[in-house]
């Protein structure tokens, strides 16, 4: 364990989910996830490192996000990734293929920390790794809301400076079954992480 994170191997990962309390379909998406990506290393982490994370980004993470980084939090790499589909239409969604993702909580620059979290209540777990012009999020105004919210920042400041409201996409259904629609991940040396059954 190093800073709160705990490594692990595929099997490892598949212990850690089967023991979870997460519900049947949680876990089937974690699963399939990690039969995706075998031999790579997983991570889970733990209640003092998420504390943490809610003093440094100023947050009270959900109680569902907190259970599911517990169990699974990802696959531990700053290797970028890309989806094979989003669920849900959105602006990007003709882009998919080209849009690269890193993974992490709170996700932002610090200048961005009140348009996004303040205004439009949304709070970071991803971005397009070239650019600003797509994020990943959760909802803050709703602790219930498990949807994963697709957005550019672009589009929150015009609206910010329009007075209108947010109006970010959905794009997944829950954080599990985002993780569960990657299919690419691509190495320093460009070389490309095939997800093994899509």
Same mark, same amino acid.
């Given at each position: 364990?190093?800073?709160?994170?705990?490594?692990?191997?595929?099997?490892?990962?598949?212990?850690?989910?089967?023991?979870?309390?997460?519900?049947?379909?949680?876990?089937?998406?974690?699963?399939?996830?990690?039969?995706?990506?075998?031999?790579?290393?997983?991570?889970?982490?733990?209640?003092?490192?998420?504390?943490?994370?809610?003093?440094?980004?100023?947050?009270?993470?959900?109680?569902?996000?907190?259970?599911?980084?517990?169990?699974?939090?990802?696959?531990?790499?700053?290797?970028?990734?890309?989806?094979?589909?989003?669920?849900?239409?959105?602006?990007? %969604?003709?882009?998919?293929?080209?849009?690269? =993702?890193? %993974?992490?909580?709170?996700?932002?620059?610090?200048?961005?920390?009140?348009? #996004?979290?303040?205004?439009?209540?949304?709070?970071?777990?991803?971005?397009?790794?070239?650019?600003?012009?797509?994020?990943?999020?959760?909802?803050?105004?709703?602790?219930?809301?498990?949807?994963? =919210?697709?957005?550019?920042?672009?589009?929150?400041?015009?609206?910010?400076?329009?007075?209108?409201?947010?109006?970010?996409?959905?794009? %997944?259904?829950?954080?599990?079954?985002?993780?569960?629609?990657?299919?690419? %991940?691509?190495?320093?040396?460009?070389? #490309?992480?095939?997800?093994?059954?899509?």
């Amino acid at each position: 364990m190093t800073e709160g994170v705990i490594l692990g191997t595929d099997s490892e990962a598949l212990a850690w989910v089967a023991a979870s309390g997460l519900n049947r379909e949680a876990k089937k998406d974690l699963v399939s996830f990690i039969d995706n990506f075998p031999g790579l290393t997983f991570y889970q982490e733990t209640e003092g490192y998420l504390d943490g994370i809610e003093v440094r980004d100023g947050v009270t993470l959900p109680g569902w996000l907190r259970e599911l980084r517990r169990a699974l939090a990802g696959m531990r790499t700053s290797m970028p990734a890309r989806f094979i589909e989003y669920d849900e239409d959105c602006a990007r %969604f003709d882009l998919v293929h080209k849009v690269w =993702y890193t %993974f992490a909580l709170g996700d932002m620059a610090g200048e961005d920390h009140s348009l #996004f979290m303040e205004y439009a209540k949304l709070y970071p777990i991803g971005s397009w790794t070239e650019n600003d012009r797509s994020y990943l999020a959760i909802n803050l105004e709703d602790p219930h809301d498990p949807t994963i =919210y697709e957005f550019a920042r672009e589009d929150l400041l015009d609206n910010f400076l329009d007075g209108a409201p947010s109006y970010p996409d959905s794009v %997944f259904k829950s954080y599990p079954r985002t993780l569960s629609r990657l299919y690419q %991940f691509q190495s320093p040396d460009g070389d #490309f992480i095939q997800a093994a059954s899509m």
